[in-house]
C-alpha cells in the first residue's frame, strides 16, 4: 500500500542544505535573506548535531564551525578539515594580511580584488633566497587552485591569454579560518625558519 501524504519540510531546508556545502554569502539573495529570516530555528537544528551556526552579517557570509565534544577536542566529524601545504598556507597568510590592509585604507570598497600577477609580485618581495621563491613558484598556480577550491578566493575573471590577468575577490571567510591568533603563530614559525 502507497503513502499518498504529502511529505512535510522545514522551509529553511535549502539554506541547511547549502551551509552543509560550504560557506553561504550575501550574493546569493534569496538564500541568504531566508538564513536570516530563519537563523535561529537553524542554528537550533546543527546545535543538536555539535555544529555552530557563524553568520557575519556585516562581511556578508555564514558557516558552520563545529563544536568540541570532549577533552580531548575531538569533533562529531561532519565538517571535513581540509589541512593545507606549507606554501598554500603562506599564501594564504599574505592574502589575510592584505585583506585586514585593504578594510583599514579603503573605505569606499567593500571587496577586494587581486590579479594573479600582483598575488605573485606581493609574495616575491618576501622570498630572500632565490631557491626557496623558484620552489615557491613552480607549483603556485596548483596552490592557487586549491585557495580558490576551498572559497578564500573567488575567479572573478578568467583570461585565457594570460594566467598572470586572472582576478579574483578574497573572499572575507578567510579572516574566520585564518584568526588573528593563527596568523600570529604562522609568523613567529616564519621567522624561526629565517
Not at 538564500?31 to 548535531?49: G, H, R, T
Not at 591569454?161 to 573572499?171: G, H, L, N, Q, W
Request: charged share 35%; aromatic share 10%.
Amino acid at each position: 500500500m502507497m503513502d499518498n501524504r504529502t511529505p512535510t519540510y522545514e522551509p529553511y531546508a535549502h539554506v541547511i542544505v547549502k551551509l552543509l556545502n560550504g560557506t553561504l554569502y550575501d550574493e546569493n539573495e534569496k538564500v541568504w535573506n531566508d538564513l536570516l529570516q530563519y537563523q535561529v530555528p537553524i542554528a537550533q537544528y546543527f546545535e543538536k548535531i555539535a555544529i555552530d551556526l557563524i553568520v557575519e552579517k556585516k562581511d556578508g557570509y555564514a558557516y558552520l564551525k563545529q563544536i568540541e565534544i570532549d577533552e580531548e577536542k575531538n569533533t562529531i566529524g561532519l565538517v571535513r578539515r581540509i589541512p593545507l601545504k606549507y606554501e598554500a598556507s603562506l599564501i594564504c597568510v599574505f592574502l589575510r594580511e592584505m585583506l585586514d590592509d585593504f578594510e583599514v585604507n579603503n573605505v569606499d570598497q567593500r571587496n577586494l580584488y587581486i590579479t594573479h600577477k600582483q598575488l605573485k609580485e606581493t609574495i616575491e618581495l618576501f622570498f630572500k633566497e632565490k631557491a626557496d621563491k623558484v620552489k615557491l613558484f613552480k607549483k603556485f598556480d596548483s596552490y592557487i587552485e586549491t585557495i580558490v577550491s576551498i572559497g578564500f578566493l573567488k575567479i572573478i575573471s578568467n583570461s585565457e591569454a594570460s594566467k598572470d590577468e586572472t582576478r579574483y575577490e578574497v573572499r572575507r571567510i578567510i579572516k574566520a579560518k585564518i584568526t588573528n591568533d593563527v596568523l600570529e603563530d604562522f609568523k613567529k614559525k616564519l621567522e624561526q625558519n629565517v
